[in-house]
């Protein structure tokens, strides 16, 4: 399952402004306030930015210039909780992962090194988000010491590394040469870490082995994992596994985004100018249909 799902225990960012106003509006207010010296502010500013900011229509200097103001936020230091969390770097990065300007890839690479698990754990995901390759050694090196040194810290609620924010975004990045790094966390004992190892070596190999394994992961009786393994499905573009995406015991909604994982892993290899209509996109579709 996508890892920015995993929770954030320090802060919960405010509603988004709500109303008639214009969004270019708004983002020109946000970036101005990702200077602010309220840290609060510029924590609800680099929230903004991320959730809806790719939306707004602004201009090209105006994106530029949050870019800017969310890429010097990677390095705050006043924004800090009492267990040594940046929760403003933790912003700053998810945005520059949904904005798409390249120039963040070098700060969130360094962001990889950062003490906050959830500062790495965003920028790990960005980079695949962002999808340039320069992310890929770094990525790697995350995965050092292998399924022996993926394992809890004491006292706290989460592994020594983002693992599924690594695999996920290392299938992302097209990253083949990690295939040999990602294989071993198959048979990690938490089964969400299982979950992206399987996704990323489907998406790189078309392991239909993995895929397997996300397929049977939808009759679990945790219904939390039967909706990471869905998604996790969705994002492989494993045709096959559309009937059980379709037939899992989950809410609608959440078939409806696997599906169109698929619909859209399929579109980016199918000519549709030189062939026709796959008979499996057809299928795809109608299953979609049968769940509106």
Partial sequence: MTASLLSDPDLNPPQAPG????SATIFL?????????????????AWWVGKFGRQAQVSPEARSQAVSALIEALADQADRTELGGYPL?????RALGKLGDLRAVSPLIDCLACEDFYVREAAAQALGQLKDRQGIEPLMALLEGSV???????????????????????GQLEANQSVPLI??????????VKFAAARALCQLTGDA????LLMQALNSPDVQLRRSALLDLGATGYLPAASAIAGAAVENSFKLIALRGLVQGAMRVVDLSQ????????ELLMLMDGLL
Avoid: K
């Fill in 209 to 212: 082995a993995a895929a397997e």
């Fill in 148 to 170: 022996a040194a993926a394992q809890m810290v004491p006292g706290r609620p989460h592994l020594t590394q983002p693992y599924e924010a690594i695999l996920e975004s290392l």
């Fill in 19 to 22: 109303g008639e106003a214009d």
């Fill in 275 to 282: 062939s026709d209509f796959p008979p499996e996109l057809t």
């Fill in 29 to 45: 207010q946000m970036v101005a306030q990702l200077s602010h010296a309220d840290t609060s502010l510029r924590y609800y500013a």
């Fill in 89 to 93: 770097r933790r912003n700053a990065a």
């Fill in 183 to 192: 294989q071993p966390f198959l048979t990690h004992s938490l089964e969400r």
